[in-house]
C-alpha cells in the first residue's frame, strides 16, 4: 500500500458500525495518515433499541480498538440518525478546531452536526472528502428544487468518494465533475468472514444438525431486518411457490414482518421453512456458511448497498438479489456470481429462484467461487486507495 505524508485526517461519523470500524483500524495500522473519527453516538457499543429489528442492539464484535476515536456529547432529545436533529453535537465543531485536522472526512450529511461540521470546514479552509452510497435506482432523479440543492452541497467537497456503480452515477447526475471521484468500493472485514476458518464451519455443521437439514439439502439464507422494503413475505411466497424436494429457507432476524411470515409459512412442507433470531456480526459467519445462496430480494431505494452480499460473497456463498440492491451492478453477475431479478415481479422473483434452486451442487459450489473471487477486489485495500488518491488532491 503506497504511504502518504502523515497527513491529519479527521472524521465525523454517526456512530462505531460493525463495516467502518474494522476500516478505520486498518487505516491505522498500514497508512501514515494521522486518524482520528469523531463518534456522534453510541449506537452499537451501548445497547440501543433498533425500532427495525425490534429489540436492543450491541455488536459483539470490537468496534473501537486501534485507532484514536472519541465521542462528542450528543444533547439531541431524541438521539439517532433517523430524524436531522438526532446528531446534535454542539461541542463537534470546536473539538475540531483543537484536534486541527489537515482534511475531513464526512459521512452523510442530513444530520444537524453534519452540516455545522461541512461549514465549519469551509469557513476553515480545511478540504472535505464526502463518503455515501445514495443512488437513484427505483425512484429516478429528482425535481429541479432538490437537484438543484443537492448541487449546491456537493460543490462544496473537495472530493467524493463513490462506493459503487449506482453511487457514482447519483454524483455524476448531480454535477460532480470527473475529477472529484475516486472509487472506493464498499468492503467488509474480510479476516472474519472467511469460509477456510475453523469456527465458522463448526457454526455451520451445528447449525444444520440442530434445524435437521442433511447435507443434501438446498438451503436459501435471508438474514436481516423482517421489513417490507427488504420483501421477506415474497421471497417465502416465491419459495412456497417453486416447492423443490429436500431446499429450505432459513430466516435470520427480526422486524413487524415477523408474525405474518410465520403464519404464511403455516403452508409450507414441514422442516423447510425455519426462523432464527436476530444474529450478532460474530456469529453471520457460520449463519452464511450453513447456507448455499444468500437473498436480499429488497425493492425501493431503501437497499443503498446491501453488504450483506459482500459478507456472503466472501463466504463463497453466490447472491440471489433484486435489480435495485445498490450493489448489484458490482457484485452480482447473472449466473456467475449468483441472480438478478425485477424489483417489483413477484414471476421474476419466483423464476430466479426457480433457476437457482435448479443448479446442481457442483454448479452452486462454482458459482460460490466465482463470488467470492470476484469481492475480493471490494476489500479495506481497494478503499483506501480511493481515499488515498482523494487526499492527494487536498495535499497538492
Request: charged residues 20%.
Amino acid at each position: 500500500m503506497t504511504r502518504v505524508c502523515r497527513l491529519r485526517l479527521a472524521v465525523v461519523l454517526s456512530h462505531p458500525t460493525q463495516y467502518y470500524s474494522p476500516w478505520f483500524r486498518w487505516l491505522a495500522a498500514h497508512t501514515s495518515i494521522d486518524l482520528r473519527v469523531f463518534y456522534l453516538w453510541d449506537f452499537g457499543v451501548t445497547a440501543r433499541r433498533d425500532p427495525h429489528f425490534q429489540a436492543d442492539i450491541k455488536w459483539d464484535v470490537d468496534l473501537l480498538s486501534g485507532y484514536a476515536h472519541e465521542f462528542v456529547p450528543n444533547t439531541s432529545r431524541d438521539p439517532g440518525t433517523h430524524h436531522f436533529q438526532g446528531l446534535r453535537n454542539p461541542e463537534l465543531t470546536a473539538r475540531l478546531a483543537a484536534w486541527e485536522p489537515a482534511a475531513l472526512l464526512m459521512f452523510g450529511y442530513k444530520w444537524h452536526a453534519h452540516l455545522r461540521a461541512l461549514f465549519w470546514a469551509r469557513r476553515r479552509g480545511v478540504p472535505v472528502i464526502f463518503r455515501g452510497d445514495s443512488h437513484f435506482l427505483g425512484r429516478g432523479r429528482p425535481g429541479w428544487p432538490v437537484r438543484t440543492a443537492l448541487r449546491a452541497l456537493y460543490a462544496q467537497f473537495r472530493a467524493v468518494l463513490p462506493v459503487g456503480v449506482a453511487n457514482r452515477d447519483y454524483f455524476t447526475a448531480l454535477g460532480v465533475p470527473p475529477a472529484k471521484v475516486f472509487f472506493a468500493p464498499h468492503a467488509v472485514d474480510d479476516t472474519l468472514f472467511n469460509p477456510e476458518l475453523p469456527a465458522p464451519r463448526a457454526q455451520a455443521a451445528a447449525l444444520r444438525a440442530g434445524l435437521g437439514l442433511a447435507s443434501s439439502t438446498r438451503v436459501v439464507l435471508f438474514a436481516g431486518k423482517f421489513i417490507a422494503a427488504k420483501q421477506p413475505r415474497e421471497l417465502l411466497a416465491a419459495f412456497l411457490s417453486v416447492r423443490r424436494p429436500d431446499t429450505a429457507l432459513v430466516f435470520v432476524g427480526d422486524g413487524p414482518e415477523k408474525s405474518a411470515l410465520i403464519d404464511q409459512a403455516r403452508g409450507a412442507p414441514a422442516g423447510s421453512v425455519h426462523f432464527l433470531p436476530f444474529t450478532n456480526q460474530s456469529e453471520m459467519p457460520g449463519r452464511l456458511l450453513a447456507a448455499d445462496l444468500f437473498a436480499l430480494p429488497s425493492r425501493g431505494f431503501y437497499e443503498t448497498w446491501g453488504l450483506a452480499v459482500n459478507e456472503a460473497m466472501h463466504m463463497g456463498r453466490p447472491c440471489l438479489v433484486s435489480d435495485l440492491v445498490g450493489c448489484q451492478r458490482d457484485l452480482v453477475q447473472p449466473g456467475h456470481t449468483g441472480w438478478v431479478f425485477a424489483a417489483h415481479d413477484p414471476a421474476a422473483l419466483e423464476h430466479a429462484l426457480r433457476v437457482a434452486m435448479s443448479r446442481s451442487a457442483s454448479e452452486i459450489e462454482t458459482m460460490g467461487r466465482n463470488a467470492r473471487a470476484h469481492v475480493s477486489a471490494y476489500t479495506y485495500p481497494h478503499t483506501t486507495a480511493g481515499l488515498l488518491a482523494a487526499l492527494a488532491t487536498c495535499a497538492a
